[in-house]
């Protein structure tokens, strides 16, 4: 067990120092508005990305996205105008644009590259003003014609989806997801735990909700290999249900730690020294669009108070349950040892094995020295 348990408390020479707190705030793997900090350079098989072009265009920024939307419709008028220029040219209707009688142009009342282009964007618009059409005995004109046609409905359903699914994306519904700025520590159902709160501001509410979090660790191991971030699972109920949330009040969510917790070993001390970072995600289908959506976050040593409890924000207003966002994040105090869960659990054990039978001291007196108080408690 104690090998298969992902430790944090190592040994003092291959603990990371520590850092100032601003230098701490940038080394963040997440951001605590849910972005990955994580920049991926000297890609060479780039050719990767437009083998699935779709994603690609929907992944580009807003400004470069509207630049790739508008410039695949400039691009087929000024490709067609000219196309239509270059026939007209080859026909010889720019030199015969002002005799018509004698001379029946492919393409009516175009008489230059400007006249063509208009006649571009009327054809690929279907607008239709009805001054400049195509002969039909301007056999190349009308496949000219037919081939924008094509071309312009293959671009607007490709832009149209592409917008659709851009806009719809359920990133910004994750700007409605909250989490506390802070974790705390403290005993629930006489079990140290460590919890943090989240929230939804909407009406509409998550569907099949589900909380997980990973711990972030850079650590070295036996045969001396450096693991710059390792990742392990932090339980936050899966076997009995508990991540699964239904989340319509905020929620209180808890890691129990006990022996295969990696903060087992982990006191408030020791805390301030470690360098870690516990990743929070929350996933769940938009009610709205049934589309799948994740919020993150995340939490660095500095963010975990040791004896605090997150304050109750859910009152009883005229027969009805009422939430006070503003005491969402707000914490409050409550005693707790200064001794990791670990060292809880064996003064614990050393305190009842003193009032056994044959053990008993102090006139059958026993003490708590893990908190400092004595019981004054007599045995039967």
């Given at each position: 067990m104690r090998l298969l348990r992902c430790k944090l408390l190592d040994d003092e020479s291959v603990q990371m120092p520590t850092c100032p707190p601003e230098t701490r705030e940038e080394l963040r793997y997440v951001s605590k508005d849910g972005k990955c900090r994580v920049d991926l350079g000297h890609i060479s098989e780039t050719g990767r990305f437009f083998s699935d072009i779709f994603t690609s265009f929907v992944d580009l920024q807003y400004r470069w996205f509207l630049f790739v939307f508008m410039m695949c419709y400039a691009v087929t008028w000024f490709l067609f105008a000219g196309l239509y220029v270059l026939d007209a040219h080859l026909r010889g209707d720019l030199l015969h644009s002002g005799n018509q009688d004698e001379h029946e142009p492919c393409y009516q009342n175009v008489d230059g590259f400007i006249s063509a282009l208009l006649f571009s964007v009327e054809t690929q618009r279907t607008i239709g003003y009805g001054s400049r059409t195509v002969s039909p005995s301007c056999h190349e004109g009308v496949l000219l014609v037919m081939m924008q046609c094509i071309v312009g409905s293959m671009i607007d359903a490709l832009m149209v989806g592409c917008m659709f699914v851009k806009i719809s994306r359920p990133k910004k519904r994750a700007q409605t997801l909250l989490f506390s700025r802070t974790c705390v520590v403290a005993y629930r159902d006489d079990q140290l735990c460590l919890m943090f709160r989240l929230g939804d501001l909407r009406d509409s509410h998550m569907v099949d909700a589900k909380v997980r979090a990973k711990l972030i660790k850079s650590r070295q191991t036996a045969?001396?290999?450096?693991?710059?971030?390792?990742?392990?699972?932090?339980?936050?109920?899966?076997?009995?249900?508990?991540?699964?949330?239904?989340?319509?009040?905020?929620?209180?969510?808890?890691?129990?730690?006990?022996?295969?917790?990696?903060?087992?070993?982990?006191?408030?001390?020791?805390?301030?020294?470690?360098?870690?970072?516990?990743?929070?995600?929350?996933?769940?289908?938009?009610?709205?669009?049934?589309?799948?959506?994740?919020?993150?976050?995340?939490?660095?040593?500095?963010?975990?108070?040791?004896?605090?409890?997150?304050?109750?924000?859910?009152?009883?207003?005229?027969?009805?349950?009422?939430?006070?966002?503003?005491?969402?994040?707000?914490?409050?105090?409550?005693?707790?040892?200064?001794?990791?869960?670990?060292?809880?659990?064996?003064?614990?054990?050393?305190?009842?094995?003193?009032?056994?039978?044959?053990?008993?001291?102090?006139?059958?007196?026993?003490?708590?020295?893990?908190?400092?108080?004595?019981?004054?408690?007599?045995?039967?």
């Open positions: 045969e001396g290999e450096f693991l710059p971030l390792e990742q392990s699972e932090i339980n936050l109920g899966y076997e009995s249900g508990s991540d699964r949330l239904f989340l319509v009040e905020p929620q209180i969510i808890q890691h129990t730690i006990d022996s295969s917790s990696p903060f087992w070993e982990i006191g408030p001390d020791q805390l301030r020294r470690q360098q870690f970072e516990i990743i929070v995600i929350l996933e769940g289908i938009v009610e709205a669009t049934g589309m799948m959506c994740q919020a993150k976050t995340s939490y660095i040593e500095t963010e975990i108070e040791w004896g605090a409890r997150f304050e109750p924000c859910i009152t009883v207003e005229r027969g009805s349950f009422r939430v006070d966002m503003r005491r969402f994040h707000s914490t409050f105090r409550v005693p707790l040892p200064r001794c990791s869960a670990c060292e809880a659990r064996q003064h614990a054990g050393s305190r009842w094995s003193a009032v056994l039978p044959g053990n008993t001291s102090r006139g059958g007196r026993y003490s708590a020295p893990w908190t400092g108080l004595d019981t004054n408690q007599s045995i039967a």
